[in-house]
């Protein structure tokens, strides 16, 4: 049986504490500028908390990843590397990277740190995978959501290293790490400057009759009825109007979020090392409330017993779960 | 700031005066809540960032009052208000007077909330954005942490409001 650690999410100090009270084998988090894909207003590390986070993740027993899981655009990539030499100093356990120079520079700078390959880079094939075990001894890939369980089986049979997947959260596919739709709008990068629709950009406006519309750089990309749930105010789950769908529809992504709680038995089969809960910028109440749910149903399963699997509906995307690809590429 | 226009808020008879006299009898405690959060909890300011002027209006749907509040920690604001004479606000966050003490004691996730449209914002999302992580960065309980200033009444007065929104207060553990 894989070691099914559990991989949770912090997005400020308080948040950590709570996933390591809660129960996460690793927490994974990151600074306070454009080196991770969570660079989001009020969110995330200063150095001197993170110091402070490590120390107190170490001290019972959980590890402490730091992502850096970005695209240095040129000419830029000093901040990249200092916040690896930051990391590095104060005892991260492990570097979640996208950019083979950001996995170069770690490499060659400290070694004997693990290296983990971030669901940004979109590695998929086992020969991708291999590559970067190969070139800068990466420990771990997260896997892209768009691979089925046989899938993920196959690639496990054919690569040096331990599988980490999502199984809990965000679902927004497209082509991982290559996502430019925000940038159309805003001008500002997923993947380089780490923020998808910055807060900054969006608005939400209410109409007479109780109706919402969400904005992005002054485009509205979706309007919710008086009742209807909403979602995260990104373009790919975006509600949109074409010839053949006049009355709109969502085009690339529908507001919904993952949940493989059902299918957690047959990841650990297939050979998955680690299980990831998407989330830093959700606040300790969903950090407290999701990972004590898999952590009980994991603990069950490995022990042997059915895992009594929670429901956590209310804090899905939209209050919609799917399984995705995991369950079947034709899940649309 | 200038007032929020009148026509947009519709008062049933006596309404208006019941709001004026909370706001004054609510005042003094808002006060030293505000003060005493500010003093234990300085870190927060900085996760604000450019936002500790802006003036953010916090609207329990259910009360005759709306909460005006600019987290300056150099001319700290938290004051009931009116709606009619509430402030043009750089950010409004709406909703269930529960819900929002919840959402700051991190009892309910915002994100959730939202979703299922019990929570509305309107203005400027990085303000709303950047007071939620800062708020959400705090420990314990912030509702414990008030009531306990003003002892046995204070603890009293939060325990009747729990008592009256049974639902609303229990820690969510989504089993």
């Known amino acids: ?332 | 700031m200038t007032p929020t226009s009148e026509s947009t808020v519709r008062l049933r008879p006596g309404e208006g005066a019941i709001a004026r006299l909370a706001c004054l009898v609510l005042q003094p405690a808002l006060t030293r809540v505000v003060r005493r959060v500010a003093a234990r909890h300085p870190s927060l300011f900085a996760r604000l960032g450019p936002h500790q002027t802006t003036d953010f209006l916090i609207d329990p749907v259910e009360l005759p009052f709306a909460l005006h509040l600019r987290p300056d920690p150099q001319a700290l604001v938290f004051r009931a208000v009116p709606r009619e004479s509430a402030p043009q606000a750089g950010a409004t966050i709406r909703g269930r007077f529960l819900l929002l003490l919840e959402l700051i004691d991190a009892e309910q996730d915002g994100d959730a909330a939202f979703f299922s449209r019990d929570l509305e914002v309107s203005g400027d999302t990085e303000a709303v954005v950047r007071l939620r992580n800062a708020l959400d960065d705090m420990d314990g309980s912030l509702a414990e942490e008030a009531s306990a200033m003003f002892g046995a009444p204070g603890r009293a007065v939060l325990a009747r409001l729990r008592r009256a929104y049974p639902d609303a207060t229990k820690p969510r553990e989504y089993a």
């Open chain 1, 1 to 332: 049986m894989s070691l099914a650690e559990l991989i949770c999410p912090a997005g400020t100090p308080a948040a950590l504490r709570t996933a390591v009270d809660a129960g996460a084998d690793a927490v994974y988090c990151g600074f306070q500028d454009a080196t991770n894909a969570r660079n989001f207003p009020g969110l995330n590390f200063t150095p001197d908390e993170l110091a402070e986070a490590v120390a107190y993740a170490h001290a019972r027993g959980t590890k402490l990843l730091l992502a850096l899981n970005t695209y240095p655009p040129a000419g830029k990539v000093d901040l990249w590397r200092q916040a690896a030499d930051t990391g590095a100093r104060l005892g991260v356990d492990s570097f979640i990277v996208a950019d083979m120079g950001v996995a170069d520079y770690i490499a060659r700078t400290y070694p004997g740190i693990r290296l983990h390959l971030s669901v940004q880079a979109a590695a998929s094939s086992p020969e991708a995978i291999r590559y970067y075990c190969e070139n800068f001894g990466v420990k771990r890939v997260v896997l892209p959501r768009i691979l089925t369980i046989p899938e993920i089986r196959q690639i496990r049979r054919e690569i040096p290293c331990e599988i980490e997947t999502f199984i809990f959260g965000n679902h927004g596919l497209m082509v991982e790490g290559r996502c430019s739709l925000t940038n159309y709008l805003t001008g500002q990068s997923t993947n380089m400057d780490g923020v998808c629709s910055p807060a900054s950009d969006v608005e939400y406006v209410r109409d007479a009759d109780g109706s919402m519309s969400s904005q992005l750089a002054g485009f509205t990309i979706d309007r919710f009825g008086p009742e209807e749930k909403t979602g995260y105010p990104t373009i790919c789950k975006g509600r949109y109007a074409a010839p053949h769908r006049p009355e709109g529809y969502y085009a690339f992504e529908e507001p919904i979020s993952l949940n493989l709680s059902r299918l957690l038995p047959d990841l650990i089969e297939a050979g998955v090392h680690a299980f990831k809960i998407e989330g830093r910028q959700r606040s300790k109440s969903y950090v407290r409330g999701v990972v004590r749910a898999f952590r009980a149903a994991v603990d069950d399963i490995k022990a042997g017993r059915e895992a009594n699997i929670a429901d956590l509906i209310a804090l899905t995307e939209g209050q919609k779960q799917t399984q995705g690809a995991f369950e079947t590429k034709k899940w649309r």
